[in-house]
Protein backbone atom coordinates (compact mmCIF):
# COMPACT_ATOMS: atom_id res chain seq x y z
CA UNK A 1 0.00 0.00 0.00
CA UNK A 2 1.40 3.65 -0.96
CA UNK A 3 0.63 6.67 1.14
CA UNK A 4 1.60 10.12 -0.17
CA UNK A 5 2.73 12.64 2.33
CA UNK A 6 1.55 17.01 1.08
CA UNK A 7 1.70 19.38 4.07
CA UNK A 8 2.27 23.22 3.42
CA UNK A 9 3.01 23.76 6.93
CA UNK A 10 4.24 20.36 8.84
CA UNK A 11 8.26 19.46 8.55
CA UNK A 12 7.31 16.44 6.39
CA UNK A 13 10.65 14.35 7.67
CA UNK A 14 9.03 13.79 11.28
CA UNK A 15 5.83 13.06 9.95
CA UNK A 16 7.14 10.43 7.36
CA UNK A 17 9.02 8.62 9.82
CA UNK A 18 5.81 8.07 12.22
CA UNK A 19 3.78 6.94 9.50
CA UNK A 20 6.37 4.53 8.41
CA UNK A 21 6.89 3.20 12.30
CA UNK A 22 2.88 3.49 12.47
CA UNK A 23 2.19 1.41 9.48
CA UNK A 24 5.43 -0.35 8.21
CA UNK A 25 4.05 -2.14 5.64
CA UNK A 26 3.26 0.87 3.62
CA UNK A 27 5.52 3.26 1.42
CA UNK A 28 5.16 6.39 2.54
CA UNK A 29 6.80 9.52 0.93
CA UNK A 30 6.71 13.10 0.79
CA UNK A 31 4.78 14.06 -2.87
CA UNK A 32 6.77 15.59 -5.23
CA UNK A 33 5.78 15.63 -8.72
CA UNK A 34 5.90 12.72 -10.89
CA UNK A 35 5.39 10.89 -7.85
CA UNK A 36 3.63 7.40 -8.09
CA UNK A 37 0.21 7.36 -7.37
CA UNK A 38 -1.17 6.41 -4.09
CA UNK A 39 -3.81 5.19 -2.36
CA UNK A 40 -3.99 7.25 0.86
CA UNK A 41 -3.04 10.80 1.21
CA UNK A 42 -1.95 12.90 4.57
CA UNK A 43 -2.39 16.44 3.88
CA UNK A 44 -2.49 19.90 5.35
CA UNK A 45 -3.57 22.47 3.35
CA UNK A 46 -2.58 20.93 -0.16
CA UNK A 47 -2.38 22.37 -3.38
CA UNK A 48 -4.60 21.56 -6.23
CA UNK A 49 -1.60 20.33 -8.28
CA UNK A 50 -1.27 17.67 -6.19
CA UNK A 51 -4.84 16.34 -6.13
CA UNK A 52 -4.49 16.48 -9.84
CA UNK A 53 -1.22 14.34 -10.15
CA UNK A 54 -2.98 11.62 -7.79
CA UNK A 55 -6.71 10.80 -9.03
CA UNK A 56 -6.20 7.60 -8.08
CA UNK A 57 -6.30 8.15 -4.33
CA UNK A 58 -8.96 6.09 -2.21
CA UNK A 59 -9.15 8.22 0.97
CA UNK A 60 -7.47 11.64 1.91
CA UNK A 61 -6.74 12.46 5.80
CA UNK A 62 -6.94 15.76 6.78
CA UNK A 63 -4.31 16.54 9.37
CA UNK A 64 -6.60 18.64 11.21
CA UNK A 65 -10.33 19.44 12.26
CA UNK A 66 -11.06 21.90 9.67
CA UNK A 67 -11.27 21.25 5.73
CA UNK A 68 -12.01 24.26 5.03
CA UNK A 69 -8.72 24.57 3.16
CA UNK A 70 -9.81 22.14 0.63
CA UNK A 71 -13.27 22.13 -0.07
CA UNK A 72 -12.91 24.74 -2.80
CA UNK A 73 -10.51 22.32 -4.81
CA UNK A 74 -11.77 19.51 -7.08
CA UNK A 75 -10.46 16.43 -5.27
CA UNK A 76 -10.01 13.05 -7.28
CA UNK A 77 -14.02 12.12 -7.43
CA UNK A 78 -13.54 8.62 -5.60
CA UNK A 79 -11.55 10.14 -2.95
CA UNK A 80 -13.49 10.13 0.63
CA UNK A 81 -12.22 12.96 2.55
CA UNK A 82 -11.68 12.10 6.75
CA UNK A 83 -11.18 14.54 9.18
CA UNK A 84 -9.23 14.72 12.06
CA UNK A 85 -11.42 13.71 15.09
CA UNK A 86 -10.25 15.48 18.52
CA UNK A 87 -7.08 13.93 18.13
CA UNK A 88 -5.61 15.78 21.73
CA UNK A 89 -7.39 19.28 20.06
CA UNK A 90 -10.21 18.73 22.31
CA UNK A 91 -8.41 19.27 25.58
CA UNK A 92 -6.48 21.90 24.29
CA UNK A 93 -9.49 23.69 22.83
CA UNK A 94 -11.46 23.43 26.61
CA UNK A 95 -7.98 24.57 27.65
CA UNK A 96 -7.84 27.62 25.33
CA UNK A 97 -11.54 28.91 26.11
CA UNK A 98 -11.74 28.23 30.05
CA UNK A 99 -8.59 30.39 30.16
CA UNK A 100 -10.59 32.76 27.62
CA UNK A 101 -13.62 32.72 29.66
CA UNK A 102 -12.46 32.61 33.26
CA UNK A 103 -9.45 35.62 32.26
CA UNK A 104 -12.23 37.68 30.95
CA UNK A 105 -14.72 36.99 34.12
CA UNK A 106 -12.36 37.27 36.90
CA UNK A 107 -11.25 40.64 35.67
CA UNK A 108 -7.08 39.32 35.18
CA UNK A 109 -6.48 42.22 32.93
CA UNK A 110 -7.81 44.86 35.46
CA UNK A 111 -5.21 42.92 38.05
CA UNK A 112 -2.44 43.04 35.87
CA UNK A 113 -3.16 46.46 35.36
CA UNK A 114 -2.95 47.59 39.29
CA UNK A 115 0.43 45.31 39.44
CA UNK A 116 1.72 47.53 36.90
CA UNK A 117 0.80 50.29 38.65
CA UNK A 118 2.09 48.67 41.93
CA UNK A 119 -1.81 49.04 43.16
CA UNK A 120 -3.45 46.35 45.61
CA UNK A 121 -6.76 47.15 44.45
CA UNK A 122 -9.59 44.72 45.14
CA UNK A 123 -12.49 44.64 42.90
CA UNK A 124 -16.54 43.77 43.30
CA UNK A 125 -16.98 40.04 42.98
CA UNK A 126 -19.09 39.53 39.45
CA UNK A 127 -21.88 37.32 39.44
CA UNK A 128 -21.31 34.20 37.44
CA UNK A 129 -24.78 34.17 36.47
CA UNK A 130 -24.59 37.55 34.60
CA UNK A 131 -22.03 35.68 32.64
CA UNK A 132 -24.16 33.10 30.49
CA UNK A 133 -21.66 31.53 27.83
CA UNK A 134 -22.87 30.66 24.47
CA UNK A 135 -21.13 27.62 22.38
CA UNK A 136 -21.37 28.03 18.45
CA UNK A 137 -20.89 24.25 17.20
CA UNK A 138 -21.21 21.23 19.70
CA UNK A 139 -19.27 18.68 17.89
CA UNK A 140 -16.25 16.94 18.89
CA UNK A 141 -14.37 20.30 19.68
CA UNK A 142 -17.10 22.12 20.56
CA UNK A 143 -18.83 19.41 23.27
CA UNK A 144 -15.61 19.33 24.55
CA UNK A 145 -15.01 22.87 25.59
CA UNK A 146 -18.99 22.64 26.41
CA UNK A 147 -17.97 19.73 29.43
CA UNK A 148 -14.99 21.51 30.55
CA UNK A 149 -17.30 25.32 31.09
CA UNK A 150 -19.93 23.19 32.79
CA UNK A 151 -17.43 22.83 35.50
CA UNK A 152 -17.01 26.42 36.47
CA UNK A 153 -21.16 27.00 36.68
CA UNK A 154 -21.40 29.61 34.16
CA UNK A 155 -25.16 29.48 32.64
CA UNK A 156 -23.99 27.52 29.16
CA UNK A 157 -25.28 27.02 26.29
CA UNK A 158 -24.89 25.66 22.59
CA UNK A 159 -26.08 26.52 18.68
CA UNK A 160 -25.84 23.37 16.42
CA UNK A 161 -27.65 22.98 12.60
CA UNK A 162 -28.62 20.21 14.01
CA UNK A 163 -31.05 19.54 17.39
CA UNK A 164 -29.24 18.27 20.53
CA UNK A 165 -29.70 17.35 23.94
CA UNK A 166 -26.58 17.74 26.71
CA UNK A 167 -26.18 17.70 29.97
CA UNK A 168 -25.70 21.15 31.69
CA UNK A 169 -26.27 22.70 28.66
CA UNK A 170 -29.35 24.60 27.04
CA UNK A 171 -29.43 23.84 23.08
CA UNK A 172 -30.56 25.68 20.46
CA UNK A 173 -30.57 24.69 17.08
CA UNK A 174 -31.23 25.90 13.27
CA UNK A 175 -31.08 29.55 11.74
CA UNK A 176 -35.29 29.80 13.48
CA UNK A 177 -32.84 29.16 17.33
CA UNK A 178 -29.98 31.93 16.38
CA UNK A 179 -31.22 34.68 17.34
CA UNK A 180 -32.70 33.54 20.63
CA UNK A 181 -29.42 31.86 21.10
CA UNK A 182 -27.54 35.26 20.50
CA UNK A 183 -30.08 37.30 22.89
CA UNK A 184 -28.97 34.44 25.91
CA UNK A 185 -25.45 34.90 25.28
CA UNK A 186 -22.81 37.72 26.98
CA UNK A 187 -19.92 35.61 26.09
CA UNK A 188 -20.25 33.86 22.75
CA UNK A 189 -17.39 31.49 21.67
CA UNK A 190 -17.17 30.39 17.91
CA UNK A 191 -16.55 26.50 17.28
CA UNK A 192 -18.36 26.44 13.95
CA UNK A 193 -16.61 24.70 10.56
CA UNK A 194 -16.01 27.08 8.26
CA UNK A 195 -18.77 26.88 5.41
CA UNK A 196 -21.04 29.43 3.17
CA UNK A 197 -23.69 29.11 5.88
CA UNK A 198 -21.40 30.22 8.44
CA UNK A 199 -18.84 32.35 6.88
CA UNK A 200 -19.33 36.07 8.51
CA UNK A 201 -21.62 34.69 10.62
CA UNK A 202 -19.74 37.20 13.67
CA UNK A 203 -21.04 40.45 11.93
CA UNK A 204 -22.32 43.91 12.84
CA UNK A 205 -26.33 42.64 12.93
CA UNK A 206 -25.55 38.94 15.20
CA UNK A 207 -23.16 40.47 17.36
CA UNK A 208 -25.58 43.48 18.21
CA UNK A 209 -27.93 41.03 19.36
CA UNK A 210 -25.71 39.54 22.65
CA UNK A 211 -26.35 40.62 26.05
CA UNK A 212 -24.71 44.00 26.72
CA UNK A 213 -21.19 43.98 27.82
CA UNK A 214 -20.21 41.11 25.48
CA UNK A 215 -17.33 39.17 24.85
CA UNK A 216 -16.07 37.09 22.18
CA UNK A 217 -13.75 33.73 21.68
CA UNK A 218 -13.11 32.58 18.34
CA UNK A 219 -11.11 29.77 17.87
CA UNK A 220 -12.77 27.95 14.64
CA UNK A 221 -11.54 30.64 11.25
CA UNK A 222 -11.05 34.24 10.92
CA UNK A 223 -13.75 34.08 8.31
CA UNK A 224 -16.51 33.88 11.26
CA UNK A 225 -15.64 37.29 12.34
CA UNK A 226 -15.94 40.29 10.50
CA UNK A 227 -13.17 41.99 11.84
CA UNK A 228 -13.95 45.85 11.14
CA UNK A 229 -17.53 45.07 12.78
CA UNK A 230 -15.99 44.01 15.82
CA UNK A 231 -13.36 46.99 16.12
CA UNK A 232 -16.73 49.34 15.67
CA UNK A 233 -18.77 47.68 18.20
CA UNK A 234 -15.91 47.05 20.74
CA UNK A 235 -15.56 51.33 20.53
CA UNK A 236 -18.82 51.56 20.75
CA UNK A 237 -18.75 50.03 24.17
CA UNK A 238 -21.22 47.33 22.75
CA UNK A 239 -18.81 44.65 23.23
CA UNK A 240 -16.07 44.43 25.87
CA UNK A 241 -13.95 43.01 24.12
CA UNK A 242 -12.32 39.73 22.77
CA UNK A 243 -9.58 36.50 22.51
CA UNK A 244 -8.71 35.59 18.88
CA UNK A 245 -6.59 32.83 17.62
CA UNK A 246 -7.71 32.71 14.10
CA UNK A 247 -7.65 35.68 11.56
CA UNK A 248 -8.98 36.67 7.94
CA UNK A 249 -4.96 36.52 6.71
CA UNK A 250 -2.49 34.49 8.73
CA UNK A 251 -0.54 35.09 9.77
CA UNK A 252 -2.15 38.31 11.13
CA UNK A 253 -0.20 41.26 9.25
CA UNK A 254 1.88 43.66 11.05
CA UNK A 255 -0.18 46.70 10.67
CA UNK A 256 -3.46 44.98 11.91
CA UNK A 257 -5.50 46.70 14.82
CA UNK A 258 -5.73 44.17 16.57
CA UNK A 259 -2.06 43.61 17.72
CA UNK A 260 -2.15 47.14 19.51
CA UNK A 261 -5.74 46.86 20.80
CA UNK A 262 -6.03 47.44 24.46
CA UNK A 263 -9.42 44.94 24.25
CA UNK A 264 -8.08 42.06 21.93
CA UNK A 265 -6.04 39.39 22.90
CA UNK A 266 -3.92 37.75 20.22
CA UNK A 267 -2.85 34.07 19.84
CA UNK A 268 -1.24 32.95 16.19
CA UNK A 269 -3.81 29.98 15.66
CA UNK A 270 -2.63 28.18 18.65
CA UNK A 271 -5.56 27.17 20.72
CA UNK A 272 -5.26 23.56 19.32
CA UNK A 273 -2.63 22.09 17.73
CA UNK A 274 -1.78 19.26 15.70
CA UNK A 275 -0.02 16.58 18.07
CA UNK A 276 1.93 14.61 15.60
CA UNK A 277 1.48 10.97 17.91
CA UNK A 278 -1.97 11.14 18.34
CA UNK A 279 -2.90 12.01 14.73
CA UNK A 280 -0.62 9.54 13.17
CA UNK A 281 -2.21 6.38 15.43
CA UNK A 282 -5.54 7.70 14.58
CA UNK A 283 -4.96 7.92 10.63
CA UNK A 284 -3.17 4.39 10.48
CA UNK A 285 -6.01 2.94 12.33
CA UNK A 286 -8.24 4.41 9.79
CA UNK A 287 -5.82 3.35 7.39
CA UNK A 288 -6.30 -0.59 8.82
CA UNK A 289 -9.47 -0.55 9.07
CA UNK A 290 -9.94 0.51 5.58
CA UNK A 291 -7.72 -1.87 4.50
CA UNK A 292 -9.68 -4.30 5.70
CA UNK A 293 -13.00 -2.97 4.17
CA UNK A 294 -14.53 -1.78 7.29
CA UNK A 295 -16.39 2.05 7.67
CA UNK A 296 -14.36 4.99 9.06
CA UNK A 297 -15.75 7.70 10.74
CA UNK A 298 -14.97 11.02 10.45
CA UNK A 299 -16.01 11.29 6.94
CA UNK A 300 -16.89 14.76 5.45
CA UNK A 301 -19.56 15.98 3.67
CA UNK A 302 -19.01 17.46 0.65
CA UNK A 303 -22.36 19.33 0.22
CA UNK A 304 -22.49 20.28 4.13
CA UNK A 305 -19.15 21.38 4.02
CA UNK A 306 -17.53 20.05 7.18
P1 LIG B 1 -17.36 19.16 14.05
O1 LIG B 1 -17.23 17.99 14.98
O2 LIG B 1 -17.62 18.91 12.62
O3 LIG B 1 -18.52 20.09 14.65
C1 LIG B 1 -19.07 21.16 13.96
C2 LIG B 1 -20.25 21.71 14.74
O4 LIG B 1 -20.70 22.91 14.10
C3 LIG B 1 -21.43 20.74 14.79
O5 LIG B 1 -22.06 20.80 16.04
C4 LIG B 1 -22.36 21.30 13.70
O6 LIG B 1 -23.74 21.03 13.90
C5 LIG B 1 -22.11 22.79 13.86
N1 LIG B 1 -22.49 23.51 12.64
C6 LIG B 1 -22.01 23.35 11.38
N2 LIG B 1 -22.65 24.17 10.52
C7 LIG B 1 -23.56 24.85 11.25
C8 LIG B 1 -24.54 25.82 10.95
N3 LIG B 1 -24.72 26.27 9.68
N4 LIG B 1 -25.32 26.29 11.95
C9 LIG B 1 -25.16 25.84 13.21
N5 LIG B 1 -24.25 24.91 13.58
C10 LIG B 1 -23.46 24.42 12.61
O7 LIG B 1 -16.06 20.08 14.14
P2 LIG B 1 -14.96 20.15 15.31
O8 LIG B 1 -14.04 19.00 15.24
O9 LIG B 1 -15.66 20.40 16.60
O10 LIG B 1 -14.14 21.45 14.85
C11 LIG B 1 -14.79 22.70 14.73
C12 LIG B 1 -13.89 23.72 14.05
O11 LIG B 1 -12.85 24.15 14.92
C13 LIG B 1 -13.11 23.21 12.82
O12 LIG B 1 -13.90 23.16 11.67
C14 LIG B 1 -12.01 24.25 12.71
O13 LIG B 1 -12.49 25.32 11.91
C15 LIG B 1 -11.83 24.76 14.15
N6 LIG B 1 -10.51 24.39 14.70
C16 LIG B 1 -9.65 25.39 15.03
C17 LIG B 1 -8.43 25.08 15.59
C18 LIG B 1 -7.47 26.16 16.04
O14 LIG B 1 -6.34 25.86 16.40
N7 LIG B 1 -7.88 27.40 16.09
C19 LIG B 1 -8.07 23.74 15.81
C20 LIG B 1 -8.98 22.75 15.44
C21 LIG B 1 -10.20 23.09 14.89
P3 LIG B 1 -24.31 19.53 13.88
O15 LIG B 1 -23.78 18.89 15.15
O16 LIG B 1 -25.76 19.71 13.90
O17 LIG B 1 -23.76 18.87 12.64
C1 LIG C 1 -6.83 23.69 12.84
O1 LIG C 1 -7.13 24.83 12.67
C2 LIG C 1 -7.67 22.57 12.52
O2 LIG C 1 -8.69 22.75 11.84
O3 LIG C 1 -7.33 21.46 12.93
Redesign the pocket.
Known amino acids: MRIVFCSLDARADDWLQSLRDALPDAQVQEWAPGAPPAEYAVVWRAPQQFFDAQPGLRCIFNM ?3 V ?1 ALLGLRLPPGAALVRL ?1 DGG ?1 GVQ ?1 AEYVCHAVIRHFREMERYEESQRAGQWALRKPLRRADFPVGI ?7 ASVARALAQFGFPLAG ?4 P ?1 SMEGLRCY ?1 GAAQFDEFLAATRILVC ?5 P ?2 RDIMRRETLSRLLPGSYIVN ?3 GEHLVEEDLLALIDEGRIEGAAL ?2 FRTEPLPAQHPFWQHPRIRVTP ?5 TLRDETVAQIAAKIRALQRGEAVSGKVDLQRG ?1
Not at 159 to 162: G, I, K, N, V
Open positions: GAGDEMMMGLGVLGWSRTKAMLPLTQTVARDVHSSARY
